[in-house]
């Protein structure tokens, strides 16, 4: 069975520039997730997708990221502008809808803003 | 507001050492507990689900435990290749299929 899939898996950028980030969740899974993982922490929910709609995005920085996730499947996560500090990994993983489904994460983005 | 923390931040065995590492969690109200395993460089990989007080489950040398407050990942002679740093996450009810994370424990498994 094919995994979570992102991409690029790593990107450098300047602060004040943008950049976007890809994937593709598994197969029939209705639920798609970004979550930042900065060193040494944990991953922060930013935004939850079920199918097309947004879910959950009350941790997500709306003055500079947006999302949006088409014909509920692939979903692009978009920064402008980035500022230092989101620095992190950007992880997508995915879900089936229901109660206590565990999610599948992808192997991340690792985006550095210098 | 949900929060988990783990404990140890870093733990270093020896192969064969076996330990528990701790999960406690504050939720309103608990659909689940998770724990993940994340290789560096990588997205973290699903372990295990509790969802009550007295479950246990187990994976080869790994065995995860829940109370009302608190979670254990027992981890019986450990090997190399078990080193990885080990997550744990909460889906409080009324929260969508959310999860909380905590910060992680490192484990080193050393021959």
């Known amino acids: 069975e094919a995994g979570v899939a992102q991409s690029p898996r790593y990107k450098i950028i300047e602060k004040r520039q943008s950049v976007a980030f890809w994937c593709n969740p598994i197969?029939?899974?209705?639920?798609l997730y970004w979550y930042q993982q900065i060193l040494g922490q944990g991953p922060k929910l930013l935004i939850q997708?079920?199918?097309?709609?947004?879910?959950?995005d009350s941790q997500l920085p709306k003055d500079r990221f947006s999302a949006e996730r088409l014909k509920g499947v692939d979903s692009t996560l978009k920064i402008q502008p980035a500022k230092l500090e989101d620095s992190a990994v950007y992880l997508c993983?995915?879900?089936?809808?229901?109660?206590?489904?565990?999610?599948?994460f992808g192997q991340g983005t690792r985006l550095t803003v210098v | 507001e949900d929060q988990v923390t783990q404990s140890p931040e870093a733990l270093r065995l020896q192969e064969g050492e076996s330990s528990s590492l701790n999960c406690s969690y504050t939720?309103?109200?608990?659909?689940?507990l998770f724990w993940y395993r994340q290789d560096p460089g990588k997205g973290p990989e699903f372990l295990f689900t509790?969802?009550?007080a007295g479950e246990e489950k187990e994976k080869e040398r790994l065995k995860a435990t829940l109370t009302k407050k608190e979670s254990f990942l027992h981890i019986t002679a450990p090997k190399p290749e078990d080193s990885a740093t080990y997550l744990c996450?909460?889906?409080?009810?009324?929260?969508?299929?959310?999860?909380?994370f905590g910060t992680g424990t490192q484990l080193k498994v050393e021959l």
């Open positions: 993983a995915s879900s089936f809808e229901g109660v206590g489904t565990e999610a599948f």
């Open positions: 197969s029939g899974h209705a639920t």
């Open positions: 997708f079920q199918n097309n709609g947004v879910v959950d």
């Open positions: 939720v309103s109200g608990l659909r689940g």
């Open positions: 509790l969802y009550s």
């Open positions: 996450a909460v889906r409080p009810t009324g929260g969508g299929n959310k999860l909380t």
